[in-house]
């Protein structure tokens, strides 16, 4: 197949700029195929897996629709799972960044008044968990009357954890005159069965599932018994010394357990699971990206959807008792072309399903014997060197994106009738700036925030002590929070 760029999409400046500082220069097959349709408004299916590229799939043609004028939400995305509609907002904040598109994740566990007055200000994109979206509508505190487009992501996540349901309420309460997106890794019937649009046929897209998914990782297993399984674990980080880890277990307790210990033995780790506060989940997947730490031990809230870069090696501590289970959990190691590394322990009586991983995957798992233990002896030397010293921070692409923005704060809003326009008017007008200079802008009842871009923001800081808007002379300080 021969690959376009972005450029051959018509997508406007600002758009194809934020690509460009993404690193996005190739667009994956389901951004080849779904972007065209979006754009021209198609309803779509589409079947395609995480780490497919999916969620810019949606998100590049939605910036580009976006009404900036608008403050009402004009597209609402659905989510599985709260640390999905985390990062797929963060994905529209830096695709939208030069079109200062604002995003809100809405989702069960986080305030709910936090989310009401964000989503009074303008948002141009909602992205949320059904149930909390859900609340938001019957509290109508969601306003749909803007809503052009609905996407429906991880649909099948969606069925295995009881919400379409609720999906299909939420549809219902839509404008009809709308484009609806649906991305599913698989399609059961039900899924097929959704009934998305009754006036609209929608365009099915299948992206064929790519081979080198599981080829590009070393696939491994030891057969080993409960009870050894602690020791055996340890010996595997030490012959492997990974720069970053992830450990499967199949409960939280078994979670919270490893990570106990593990934590006694200096493995500094963290943790992830449901039964976590959701602050506690979101900053350990945040500090996880940025390689703040080496081991994440995890339930499946950490298997898919979960974005992270460079993971050297995942252990299934415990072998998952799904097939396609095991699929996500190992495609954290091995994204992008590098060389992946998946090591799953089994107890005997758990050989089933590792041949049921087998058949699902195509191919047999090798198996390993236990290290010798004078080998781990000699890696120990290497290994406690590496867990001594500080990880090394990961640059993330993003950080591109936001480097030279400082946030200014403006000690008036909406209750002394400030309007976004009234800020752009003035500090593009400003010597040296223009509107490109400007990010995010949000506006709350008494003080207003603006993203100055472009390493502009010390300069503008000091022309606005001295610039009125609106014929007032505002206060104007740095904002202490970055973002
Ligand atoms: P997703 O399937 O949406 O979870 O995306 C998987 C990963 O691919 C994310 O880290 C994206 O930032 C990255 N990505 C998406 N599109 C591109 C692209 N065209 N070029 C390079 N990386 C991409």
Not at 348 to 356: E, K
Not at 364 to 389: M, T
Not at 419 to 441: H, K, P, Q, Y
Request: with cysteine; hydrophobic share 40%.
């Amino acid at each position: 197949m021969i690959h376009k760029k972005f450029g051959s999409f018509s997508l406007s400046d600002e758009i194809q700029k934020a690509l460009g500082v993404l690193d996005y220069e190739i667009p994956t097959e389901v951004q080849e195929r779904v972007i065209p349709m979006a754009l021209e408004k198609k309803d779509l299916i589409v079947k395609a897996k995480t780490g497919s590229g999916k969620t810019a799939a949606y998100a590049i043609p939605i910036c580009e629709a976006v009404d900036w004028l608008e403050n009402k939400p004009q597209a609402l995305i659905l989510t599985p799972t709260r640390e999905l509609a985390v990062q797929v907002k963060e994905d529209f904040t830096h695709i939208g960044r030069f079109k200062r598109i604002k995003a809100a994740a809405i989702y069960g566990g986080h305030p709910f008044a936090i989310e009401k007055t964000e989503l009074k200000q303008k948002t141009h994109v909602a992205v949320g968990t059904p149930g909390r979206v859900m609340d938001h509508i019957r509290k109508g505190t969601l306003p749909l009357s803007k809503i052009s487009c609905l996407v429906i992501d991880e649909a099948d996540r969606m069925l295995d954890m009881g919400f379409i349901d609720q999906v299909e309420e939420i549809i219902k309460e839509l404008p009809e005159d709308r484009v609806t997106m649906l991305f599913s890794a698989t399609m059961p019937q039900a899924i097929k069965d959704l009934s998305l649009n009754d006036r609209r046929v929608p365009v099915q897209i299948d992206i064929q599932e790519d081979s080198s998914v599981t080829a590009d990782i070393d696939h491994s297993l030891f057969i080993t018994s409960e009870e050894d399984k602690f020791e055996l674990l340890t010996d595997i980080t030490i012959m492997e010394n990974p720069d970053s880890c992830i450990i499967f277990c199949s409960t939280k307790d078994r979670v919270d357990l490893v990570w106990e210990r593990l934590k006694q033995m200096n493995y500094h780790p963290q943790k992830l699971h449901g039964g976590m506060e959701q602050t506690d989940r979101i900053s350990a997947i945040r500090r996880f990206k940025r390689g703040q730490f080496r081991y994440l031990i995890a339930t499946d809230v950490a298997a898919r959807g979960i974005d992270v870069d460079d993971i050297s090696l995942v252990i299934n501590y415990d072998i998952p008792l799904e097939a396609e289970t095991y699929v996500h959990r190992t495609g954290r190691t091995g994204r992008a072309g590098r060389k992946g590394n998946a090591i799953s322990l089994a107890t005997p009586s758990q050989d089933r399903f590792v041949r049921q991983i087998e058949a699902f995957i195509g191919f047999p798992i090798k198996e390993r014997a236990g290290y010798e233990k004078s080998c781990v002896a000699q890696a120990r030397l290497n290994f406690d060197k590496k867990i001594k010293a500080a990880p090394e921070i990961k640059q993330l692409k993003s950080d591109q994106l936001n480097k030279g923005i400082m946030k200014l704060r403006f000690n008036a809003g909406k209750k002394k009738k400030f309007r976004a326009t009234n800020f752009v008017g003035v500090l593009s007008n400003l010597e040296g700036m223009s509107a490109e200079d400007i990010g995010i802008i949000t506006i709350q009842d008494t003080l207003t925030y603006v993203e100055i871009l472009n390493g502009k923001g010390s300069k503008v800081l000091e022309m606005m002590s001295h610039t009125t808007i609106n014929g007032k002379q505002l206060k104007v300080t740095k904002a202490l929070d970055k973002y």
